[in-house]
């Protein structure tokens, strides 16, 4: 195939790293994007092109935009927007700016580097947007509020954005994952622990719980896949001659998908506050 130029964001680990490695080895060139010094080192020692992104800051945005428009000679093909952390907490106890925290990288960063890289698609009259949203982007779950609106926040955005450009030549899909391996909840629990303070919350007790869970070293939970299934997706949204708007990847995703748009909103709330109860269920001493 030829060569065709794709960014993708948050190739420190996970999906990102595994959708570098995978993209690589099928003759993409990639240009992966991490914020720590450390992980931009590690991609460079691996032979990947890497790129500083801290979605967090505009200004960090803006200079990785020009600076992949300049690599490429303005010919982005594909953008996948991935990096992305989970800020745990109940929804009374988010400050305002630990919200914005959360929205700039998970929402705000996402769209300001599209926005600077869809005249280049639309100038080569071709191109792929492709957005990892969360299981989260369909159904919301305890504790979980700054993510979920977020990843609901990029479900309307990208929705927005693919009926904008229809015809245009570039397509937009979005992508649910549900559970897949990674260092999401080591990431999470560090956010936890920088923003929230269960000793002033009604939560408090439950917190306890909630931090044993974050901190547990087996994070895998029913029906969790590899990080190539999320990228088998990305794969088919970038070279479908028609590629879908949403791609389900895990069970649970599926099941939850599919209970959205049957059940009441009282009869899915029931399963909701179950699956919660399962996974804020004490760790066994």
């Given at each position: 195939m030829i060569q065709r130029n794709i960014v993708i964001t948050g190739c420190s680990s996970g999906i990102g790293r595994r959708?570098?490695?995978?993209?690589?080895?099928?003759g993409y060139r990639?240009?992966?994007?991490?914020?720590?010094?450390?992980?931009?080192?590690?991609?460079e020692k691996d032979g990947f092109e890497a790129l500083d992104l801290d979605l967090g800051d505009p200004a960090s945005v803006s200079a990785l935009a020009k600076?992949?428009?300049?690599?490429?000679?303005?010919?982005v093909y594909g953008l996948f927007n991935n990096g992305a952390y989970g800020q745990p907490g109940a929804v009374e106890d988010l400050s305002r700016d630990v919200l914005l925290a959360q929205l700039q990288t998970n929402v705000l960063g996402w769209h300001d580097l599209t926005c600077r890289l869809l005249p280049s698609m639309r100038?080569?009259?071709?191109?792929?947007?492709?957005?990892?949203?969360?299981?989260?982007?369909?159904?919301?779950?305890?504790?979980?509020?700054?993510?979920?609106?977020?990843?609901?926040?990029?479900?309307?955005?990208?929705?927005?954005?693919?009926?904008?450009?229809?015809?245009?030549?570039?397509?937009?899909?979005?992508?649910?994952?549900?559970?897949?391996?990674?260092r999401f909840r080591e990431?999470?629990?560090?956010?936890?622990?920088?923003?929230?303070?269960?000793?002033?919350?009604?939560?408090?007790?439950?917190?306890?719980?909630?931090?044993?869970?974050?901190?547990?070293?087996?994070?895998t939970t029913p029906f969790t896949l590899p990080a190539?299934?999320?990228?088998?997706?990305?794969?088919?949204?970038?070279?479908?001659?028609?590629?879908?708007?949403?791609?389900?990847?895990?069970?649970?995703?599926?099941?939850?998908?599919?209970?959205?748009?049957?059940?009441?909103?009282?009869?899915?709330?029931r399963i909701l506050h179950a699956i919660s109860r399962t996974e804020n269920r004490p760790v066994p001493k």
């Open positions: 959708a570098a490695e995978m993209l690589s080895e099928r990639v240009l992966a994007t991490a914020r720590k010094t450390e992980d931009l080192e590690q991609l600076e992949v428009l300049a690599r490429t000679h303005g010919r100038a080569n009259g071709a191109g792929r947007i492709i957005q990892n949203s969360s299981l989260l982007g369909l159904v919301a779950l305890h504790y979980r509020g700054a993510y979920v609106a977020s990843k609901y926040a990029i479900e309307g955005l990208t929705d927005t954005l693919r009926l904008e450009l229809s015809g245009s030549g570039i397509y937009v899909s979005l992508i649910e994952p549900g559970p897949v391996t990674s990431n999470a629990y560090a956010a936890f622990k920088a923003n929230i303070d269960p000793s002033r919350s009604v939560h408090r007790d439950i917190y306890t719980v909630v931090e044993e869970r974050l901190a547990a070293e087996d994070d190539d299934a999320v990228v088998k997706k990305v794969i088919h949204a970038l070279e479908a001659r028609r590629p879908k708007a949403h791609y389900y990847v895990t069970v649970p995703t599926y099941l939850l998908g599919y209970l959205k748009r049957i059940l009441t909103a009282q009869q899915l709330d």
